[in-house]
C-alpha cells in the first residue's frame, strides 16, 4: 500500500517530521519485522505472546462455532496457528481474513497457511485497518476479531478512543475481541529492545522507502536510531498516565533532502528525528487497571485474561457491553 503524494507531503513537513507506523510495513519492512521477532533477544512479545496462544488456545476459543477469524495487522500469520489448531478441533473449516497493508508478503503467507490447515480458507484483504473493519462489519458470520502482536498498542493515544469505538461498531453481540498487550514496564529492558539492530533495519526501512518511490536522497550515513521511553504524568487523558516509546531517525548533521518526484525540498536540524510513526507514541506499554478502564470506556468487557509465566505479556478476550 502507497501513500499519497499529498500524505507524504504533510509527513515531511510536519512539526516533528514523522511517517505513519505502516509505512514502514512494505513487503521489505514486513521481512525486517519478522527477522526482529526471531532474532532480537530483548524482544520478548512475540516469544511471551505465543506461549500464551500455545498453553491457552482450547480455552480461548472453546465456546467458538461456525466463526470467521479476523485478524488486524496479521503479518505472517504465525502467531495465529495455535487459535486455528483448536478452532479445527471442533469446526470442519474456518474462514479466516487476514487484514495488513503488505499485500504480497500476505499472500504469500496464506497460500502457506493453507497447505499447513486442511479446512482453512484464507481470505486476504489489503488495507488499513480503519478500510478492514469496515470491510468486515457486514459478515454474516460470527466473529472472532484479532488484534495481537502487539499491534494494537500501536494506536497513537490520541486515537485509542475513537478506534476502539470504531472496533465496537463493526462486533456484533456474539462476536469477541482478543486483544495482545505489553504489560512489561521497564523503561531500561525496553529502550534496549527498541535500540537493537533488527529494530534500526526496520525503522530506516521507511527512508529507503521514501527514497524508492519518490526520488529521494536519504543518505542512511548521516541518520541514526533515536529511542525513547516516556513517562507521562498526564491524567487528563484516555489513558492513565500512558508509558511508551518513541523511535524514528535522527539527524546527525544539518542537512537537505530533495524528493525529486515532488520537486521538495526538506530541511533537517543537526539532531532533529523523523518519528516512525505518529508523533505521540509507539508501543504503549500497558498494566491490567488501565487497560480494563480503557475497555469500560469503549463500552466492552473483559471475558477473560492470561500473562506469561513471567508476567511481561498479557493477551485478553473481551465482549460488548
Avoid at 478506534?163 to 482478543?178: Q, Y
Avoid at 485474561?305 to 460488548?320: E, R
Wanted: glycine share 4%; proline share 2%; net charge negative.
Amino acid at each position: 500500500m502507497e501513500a499519497s503524494e499529498e500524505t507524504i507531503r504533510r509527513w515531511l513537513l510536519s512539526e516533528p517530521k514523522y511517517v505513519e507506523h505502516w509505512y514502514c510495513f512494505d513487503t521489505i519492512g514486513s521481512k525486517f519485522f519478522e527477522k526482529m521477532t526471531l532474532e532480537n533477544p530483548h524482544y520478548h512479545l512475540y516469544r511471551a505472546e505465543k506461549e500464551i496462544l500455545i498453553k491457552h488456545a482450547d480455552e480461548i476459543v472453546s465456546h467458538l462455532q461456525d466463526v470467521s477469524v479476523c485478524e488486524l495487522g496479521s503479518g505472517n500469520f504465525s502467531k495465529t496457528t495455535p487459535l486455528f489448531s483448536s478452532l479445527l478441533k471442533n469446526n470442519k473449516s474456518v474462514t479466516y481474513i487476514p487484514i495488513d497493508v503488505a499485500k504480497d508478503f500476505m499472500e504469500h503467507h496464506a497460500d502457506l497457511l493453507m497447505k499447513q490447515f486442511h479446512g482453512l480458507e484464507v481470505k486476504p484483504f489489503h488495507g488499513l485497518y480503519v478500510d478492514g473493519l469496515q470491510h468486515i462489519k457486514c459478515l454474516n458470520q460470527k466473529k472472532l476479531i484479532l488484534f495481537i502482536g502487539s499491534s494494537f498498542s500501536n494506536i497513537p493515544v490520541h486515537d485509542m478512543e475513537s478506534f476502539l469505538t470504531t472496533v465496537n461498531e463493526a462486533m456484533g453481540n456474539n462476536d469477541r475481541l482478543l486483544i495482545g498487550i505489553d504489560i512489561k514496564q521497564h523503561e531500561d529492558e525496553q529502550v534496549q529492545t527498541y535500540s537493537h539492530a533488527t529494530l534500526s533495519n526496520l525503522i530506516l526501512n521507511l527512508l529507503t522507502r521514501i527514497n524508492r518511490e519518490y526520488g529521494a536522497d536519504f543518505n542512511m550515513k548521516n541518520f541514526r536510531i533515536d529511542t525513547k521511553y516516556v513517562m507521562s504524568e498526564n491524567m487528563d487523558t484516555f489513558i492513565k498516565r500512558p508509558q511508551y516509546i518513541k523511535v524514528g531517525c535522527q539527524s546527525t548533521c544539518e542537512q537537505v533532502v530533495y524528493l525529486r518526484n515532488l520537486d521538495l525540498k526538506i530541511h533537517f536540524k543537526e539532531g532533529e528525528v523523523i518519528y516512525g510513526h505518529e508523533p505521540d507514541s509507539l508501543s504503549i506499554k500497558w498494566n491490567w487497571e488501565q487497560f480494563e478502564d480503557i475497555m469500560k470506556k469503549t463500552r466492552f468487557s473483559v471475558e477473560k485474561k492470561w500473562s506469561d509465566d513471567q508476567q511481561s505479556f498479557g493477551v485478553a478476550l473481551m465482549k460488548k457491553l
